[in-house]
């Protein structure tokens, strides 16, 4: 146990109130008022360009904010250098002395600032990351997931009242990733102080956060706990960028406690509190449900589903098995290319490319969005990085 674990939650708050940044005639993040609790992890979600990384350097004070204001803890730093907040930032990079050992890469914090005893602190930061046994060794014999310990360990030494992480895993491969991501949370656990996550990795940030912002656009799409954002998306952009969505176009055809829909010549059922746009009657709303909600039955057995599922059927286009699971997609008269994942418990051998299917699922389990939103929002052919390249191009110019 180190010295940060006394009360539960010793971290401090952050609290945006109208920030903006802007280079030139590109606006990279739009004004945007965000609190963040203290003690909590939160991470700030989004693709290339939407503003996740120049809204975390606004907060350390390596942007200067267009407007707006940034408090930690309640006090007003926006005009304080990043030297004088009490943040500490881990990039991507690490950027960890290559001539120094992993002891001395963590003392440096504390030697910079005239401490004269740093042994204690150092070897609790070490045990703190589990490297206590690579104390003398140089940054270059250690693997990456470790490097990224020893950037966690150099910077919480310093005793921030907030962590910033830069796509700390970014540089990792897959295991090693999510195998980290358990250590961020552990060690975010044990010290108790406030974490701000930029990740564009949607499995990172609901793996760690407590609190989720989704960013598109220079704006915040939607904020909240993964699994609400997950469950009760609020945008088609948060739908498609948070895992996969079926989206379907439906007329309304009745509205009450639940909301009654049809789409081709099927009738399908949403409960009202699913909806997050205004159902009315002869307008049309989009229907979603992800792929692992939906269940798939050869057409042959369509009379065992049972009574009060959605259902609508469709021809199986094409299947990938994957080990855990087998991922269909299927073209139905409601719409084309419906993907569903099926766990490999029991295997239908029918249920292959042409086969006749019915899918169906627990009205409870979908969620209805405005029809006006572009279906596409927040897939991977619509986050490109046009956004911050040009950003990137402005400040150049003006630097």
């Avoid at 004088?84 to 963590?106: C, G, M, W």
């Avoid at 307008?283 to 057409?299: F, M, N, Q």
């Avoid at 065992?304 to 299927?330: E, M, P």
């Amino acid at each position: 146990m180190t010295a940060f674990a006394t009360t539960g939650s010793n971290g401090t708050d952050v609290r945006l109130t109208g920030i903006s940044k802007a280079y030139g005639d590109v606006t990279a993040v739009h004004p945007l008022d965000l609190s963040v609790p203290a003690g909590s992890f939160f991470a700030l979600l989004g693709a290339s360009g939407c503003g996740k990384t120049t809204t975390l350097r606004m907060i350390a004070g390596l942007e200067e904010p267009t407007t707006g204001t940034v408090e930690l803890g309640g006090r007003d730093v926006t005009a304080l250098p990043p030297y004088k907040r009490p943040v500490n930032t881990v990039f991507q990079s690490y950027a960890l002395f290559p001539h120094l050992d992993i002891y001395e890469n963590v003392a440096f914090g504390l030697r910079r600032r005239g401490v004269k005893s740093v042994r204690k602190q150092v070897d609790e930061m070490l045990d703190l990351v589990q490297l206590g046994d690579y104390a003398r060794r140089k940054p270059q014999q250690l693997s990456g997931g470790q490097q990224q310990r020893v950037a966690v360990a150099r910077a919480l030494i310093n005793h921030p009242d907030v962590l910033l992480l830069d796509e700390p895993l970014g540089a990792l491969d897959l295991k090693l990733r999510r195998q980290m991501q358990l250590e961020l949370k552990r060690i975010q656990t044990e010290v108790g102080i406030t974490f701000i996550h930029v990740t564009h990795d949607q499995e990172e940030a609901m793996t760690m956060a407590d609190t989720v912002a989704v960013m598109n656009a220079g704006r915040v799409e939607q904020m909240g706990a993964p699994a609400d954002l997950y469950e009760t998306p609020r945008t088609t952009f948060v739908a498609n960028f948070l895992g996969t969505s079926n989206l379907i176009a439906a007329d309304v055809v009745g509205t009450g406690d639940d909301v009654l829909l049809r789409v081709s010549d099927t009738k399908l059922t949403l409960p009202g509190t699913r909806c997050t746009a205004t159902a009315r009657v002869g307008e049309k709303l989009l229907v979603g449900i992800r792929p692992e909600k939906i269940t798939l039955t050869h057409a042959d057995d369509a009379g065992t589903i049972a009574d009060g599922r959605n259902r609508l059927a469709g021809r199986i286009a094409q299947s990938s098995f994957i080990g855990v699971s087998t991922q269909y997609l299927v073209d139905s008269p409601a719409a084309s290319g419906l993907s569903v994942y099926e766990q490999n418990i029991e295997r239908d051998p029918r249920l292959v490319p042409g086969a006749d299917v019915v899918l169906h699922w627990n009205p409870d389990h979908g969620f209805g969005l405005d029809a006006a939103q572009a279906v596409t929002a927040g897939t991977p052919d619509e986050t490109g990085t046009d956004l911050v390249e040009a950003g990137i191009d402005a400040r150049e110019a003006a630097t």
